[in-house]
């Protein structure tokens, strides 16, 4: 089966750091990537990791390890914008055609606060 | 520049009654896939197309039909929506390739009320 965990909520202080959770126990792993969804809107690609450790790219950072079958976002500097749900997805191979498909967690909401 | 486009944003339907929302794209991407998402859960994949090789998942209900006459358009198609339909729909594209460059893209959504 496909099962990949987040918690489901989290709040945080703005300036602070967070660090949101992922589990995933998959048929496939071609990668793991992280989305962030505001409400009502589209998910937004924010990070990609395939190899294990932790990729940076500004205030955001994702780490992976995969016999752990885990990953981690870290937030840091935390602006209220930052209030979203963060969508956890494993990249599972399509079948035939060579391209993937995502398969995704329910999400975190994280709401900021001043 | 839009570059993942659904139309309509919002769409209202009744019970029963066939309803198809539509999404285009400027990418030139030859992947496209069309999620369902309702309230605080994950989006479920229900189509994808590689080019105009269709695939659908097990799980996706009958009453859900997917076109995509060339690479710019797809198009679901519900054929009898019910109450348990209403939901945001994301269609999604990519360059198949493998890598970073894979990444999907999504559109806005489009979220149906069934009435």
């Known amino acids: 089966g496909q099962n990949i965990d987040q918690p489901t909520e989290m709040t945080a202080t703005e300036g602070a750091i967070v660090q949101i959770n992922c589990t995933y126990q998959t048929s496939g792993f071609n990668g793991l990537f992280w989305y962030q969804q505001h409400a009502g809107e589209a998910p937004t690609f924010l990070s990609y990791?395939?190899?294990?450790g932790l990729e940076e790219k500004g205030r955001f950072s994702s780490f992976l390890s995969r016999s752990k079958g885990y990953s981690y976002l870290l937030l840091k500097e935390l602006q209220m914008k930052d209030s979203a749900s963060y969508l956890c997805?494993?990249?599972?191979?399509?079948?035939?055609?060579?391209?993937?498909?995502?398969?995704f967690g329910a999400g975190t909401r994280l709401a900021v606060h001043p | 520049d839009a570059m993942v486009i659904q139309n309509p944003r919002y769409q209202v339907t009744q019970f029963g009654k066939p309803v198809t929302l539509s999404c285009s794209q400027t990418?030139?991407?030859?992947?496209m896939y069309w999620y369902q998402q309702k309230s605080s859960q994950a989006p479920k994949l229900l189509f994808h197309y590689y080019d105009k090789d269709f695939n659908n998942e097990a799980d996706t209900p009958d009453n859900f039909q997917s076109r995509r006459p060339n690479t710019s358009f797809c198009f679901l198609d519900i054929r009898s929506p019910g109450l348990g339909d209403a939901a945001m729909y994301l269609c999604a594209t990519t360059s198949a390739g493998g890598g970073p460059k894979e990444t999907q893209y999504f559109g806005p959504g489009t979220r149906l009320l069934v009435l």
């Open positions: 997805a494993v990249r599972d191979p399509a079948g035939t055609g060579g391209y993937n498909k995502l398969i």
């Open positions: 990791n395939v190899l294990d």
């Open positions: 990418l030139n991407h030859n992947v």
